[in-house]
């Protein structure tokens, strides 16, 4: 398959990633099936599409003709087959649990295409382990994005230990399609190349705070304003959902180790379920305005 023979796209899973993700691929030209559980959880992923399409054609930087015919190309939808059988390609982004997953892709084998490409958006877990649930892993990758897909850049293309190469540069032309620079992991490692580097980076920060050393503004107005970095730390886990880096600790923990425990200050955000923006609250709230760094 080349990428010129894609032309639907599902997506599975209408959280952060998964609307940002049908946006990009909507704004591209393809036709998106974003499918979830519930009817809610669909209709809200569309409601975050409509809402990002009409900021950025607020702002200039789509037309309001391109953000109406990019939501004309999104179809919520619940049914799982309706969603994937159609498709060419399937980037799978439910919440980032091996068992959560495992139980998707038994599904999305009895309903999706023989040809079609499955590629998991998973922020660590193996690419390799998933792979093996389905009759196809010599046609499944890791398709990572970053939050919020629609603004960021980057896409890591992942190879399992079966993925054929040819599905690597399939998923890397579609990423270029999409207007994004892929960027190729050899090694299925945890977190990949990104989220070893980046969730640490939070988890420390929370550990700190932990310490009682240095408040949250403290640490954020030195990773923001003093390394330079776009946001602070805990705006970052605010921004990427605060239960998000906590499971992807929590599995480099089991796999790589000790330096990846979870801070408890983790543990108990995601327990209050203050996970950050996409719930009003997590480190800042939101509802009262958002992160006050000081400068
Ligand atoms: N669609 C449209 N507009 C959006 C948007 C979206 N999805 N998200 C934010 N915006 C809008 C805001 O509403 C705001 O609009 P306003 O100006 O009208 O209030 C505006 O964009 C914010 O833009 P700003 O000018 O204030 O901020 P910047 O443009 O400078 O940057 C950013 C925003 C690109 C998010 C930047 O802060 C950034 O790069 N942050 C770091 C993000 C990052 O590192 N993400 C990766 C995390 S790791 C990950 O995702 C992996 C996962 O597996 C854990």
Redesign the pocket.
């Known amino acids: 398959m080349d990428v010129e023979d894609i032309n639907t796209i599902a997506v599975l899973g209408a959280g952060n990633?998964g609307h940002?993700i049908a946006?990009v691929a909507a704004l591209a030209g393809y036709e998106v099936n974003l499918r979830d559980i519930k009817e809610e959880f669909v209709q809200n992923g569309y409601e975050?599409i409509e809402?990002?399409?009409d900021?950025?054609a607020?702002?200039d930087q789509i037309s309001e003709a391109e953000a109406e015919s990019s939501l004309d190309r999104v179809t919520p939808l619940v049914d799982f087959e309706e969603a994937v059988s159609d498709a060419d390609f399937v980037v799978e982004a439910v919440p980032?649990k091996m068992d959560i997953k495992k139980d998707v892709y038994g599904e999305l084998e009895e309903y999706a295409s023989d040809e079609a490409v499955f590629a998991t958006?998973t922020?660590?877990l193996s690419i390799t382990e998933l792979s093996e649930v389905t009759e196809r892993p010599e046609r499944f990758c890791g398709m990572?994005?970053?939050?919020?897909?629609?603004?960021?850049q980057l896409v890591e293309v992942i190879s399992g230990a079966h993925t054929d190469d040819e599905v690597l540069d399939l998923t890397e032309d579609l990423a270029e399609e999409m207007g994004k620079t892929p960027v190729r992991v050899r090694k299925d490692s945890p977190g990949f190349i990104?989220?070893r580097i980046?969730?640490p980076l939070m988890n420390e920060a929370a550990w700190m705070v932990e310490s009682g050393d240095y408040t949250i503004e403290e640490v954020d107005s030195a990773t923001k304003f003093d390394m330079g970095?776009?946001?602070g730390s805990f705006e970052?886990a605010d921004?990427?959902?605060i239960d998000?880096?906590y499971h992807?600790l929590d599995y480099m923990h089991e796999v790589l180790g000790d330096a990846y425990e979870p801070c408890p200050l983790l543990a108990q955000k995601v327990e209050e379920e203050k996970l950050g923006k996409k719930t009003g609250e997590g480190f800042y709230d939101y509802e009262d305005g958002g992160a006050q760094i000081p400068t």
Not at 144 to 152: D, I
Request: charged fraction near 15%.
């Open positions: 990633m940002g946006e975050q809402w990002s399409l900021k950025l607020e702002k980032e958006n922020s660590s990572h994005f970053f939050n919020p897909p629609v603004r960021m990104v989220n980046l969730v970095l776009p946001m970052l921004q990427v959902g998000v880096g992807v």
